[in-house]
């Protein structure tokens, strides 16, 4: 299985929280180059069954090259797994893992535009199929419009300075690769306030790739749909990299868990509680010291898992 190449993070605890029965079908709704798939696929019986999906064409060319009967690729966003499944006949499964952000291929390929470190195309798509370029976007979008962004996604303190930039810049000629937009950022930002850890154009790089990819609206719209399709005691397991998908993963478990800590089931839910709750023993799963250690993308990650509840709540969990 030449195909699968990229190292994954978690790779021990991801597939082991994921995976509650040999037999069962998964999803996997960032395939990458498959790292985590060749782990789930590993702890699988041959009656088992792994779908996943991946909206950029690289990743499902990587995919397609895969011989293993019990694995199916779809080009698709996670956020669409319900109809894309319902496609193929599938309307349960017993657990959905993802793991959020670029692939290492993503940011090391200069045609892709995601890293200024190199100068390439101001693209930044993930599915290069559709929508909008990070240029397109930076040509039309009003300097509140980008400010609002590089603010919220990328908590830039100088985000209204950097949008006032573009906005100025692209009266005289628009920004068209990764370079120029990097050095504009560094030209806005002033020198005795940079972040010495940072070069200055990481947040609005960030901030950029997170709107013309919609991340965070795909994250919501993945979850939801993975809380219809589990089956009681199919689990979620959701990898994150910065705090804003974290948030999301956490308030949604939160939001969708059921009222443990000694709450009697009988009676009625107090307030603020979900009344139909989809989700139980939500955890919290760091990366080991050695992991952190020997893979700087680890470092940051956090893996977040729950158990599907069964629909009608009676106190019990696990399968109905
Ligand atoms: C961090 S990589 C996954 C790496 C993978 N776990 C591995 O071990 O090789 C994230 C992948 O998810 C894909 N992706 C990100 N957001 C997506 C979305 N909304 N829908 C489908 N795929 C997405 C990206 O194109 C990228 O290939």
């Known amino acids: 299985m030449s195909a699968f190449v990229h190292l994954p993070v978690l790779s021990q605890e991801a597939p082991e929280a994921l995976v509650s029965r040999p037999d069962g079908l998964y999803v996997d709704g960032t395939f990458g180059r498959g ?36 694995f199916t690729i779809v080009h698709a966003p996670f956020s669409a797994m319900a ?43 993930m599915d290069t199929t559709a929508g909008e370029t990070a240029a397109e976007w930076l040509a ?16 830039e303190r100088f ?34 306030r940079r972040d010495a850890a940072q070069h200055p154009a990481t947040r609005t790089f960030q901030a950029v790739r997170i709107e013309v990819n919609h991340e965070l609206d795909e994250l919501k719209g993945a979850l939801e749909a993975a809380g219809g399709l589990l089956a009681p005691g199919g689990r979620l397991a959701v990898i994150s990299f910065h705090s804003l998908e974290d948030r999301i993963v956490k308030r ?9 800590r000694g709450l009697d089931p009988r009676l ?11 989700f139980t023993g939500a955890r ?3 990366p080991s010291k050695a992991e952190a250690e020997s893979n700087p993308r680890a470092r940051s990650s956090v893996l977040r898992v729950a158990e599907r509840t069964a629909r009608a709540w009676t106190g019990e969990t696990g399968r109905a």
């Open 35 to 70: 790292g985590h798939s060749r782990l789930i696929l590993e702890r699988l019986a041959p009656e088992g069954r792994l779908i996943a999906f991946d909206r950029d064409p690289e990743a499902v060319a990587a995919a397609r090259r895969i011989e293993d009967p019990r």
């Open 159 to 192: 985000a209204r300075r950097i949008a006032a930039a573009v906005v100025e810049r692209r009266r005289t000629a628009p920004l068209k690769t990764t370079g120029e937009l990097a050095r504009l950022v560094e030209s806005a930002v002033p020198k005795n």
């Open 140 to 155: 039309r979008a009003s300097a509140d419009e980008i400010a609002g962004v590089l603010a919220d996604y990328g908590e």
């Open 284 to 286: 919290r799963i760091l």
């Open 268 to 278: 009625p839910l107090p307030a603020g509680f979900n009344a139909e709750p989809w």
């Open 83 to 125: 109809d894309e499944l319902g496609r193929l006949g599938v309307a349960r499964v017993d657990g959905v893992f993802l793991d959020i952000g670029v692939s290492s291929p993503q940011i090391d390929d200069p045609e892709r535009g995601f890293s200024f470190r190199f100068d390439g195309p101001l693209d930044m798509r």
């Open 252 to 260: 949604f478990f939160e939001r969708t868990g059921h009222p443990e």
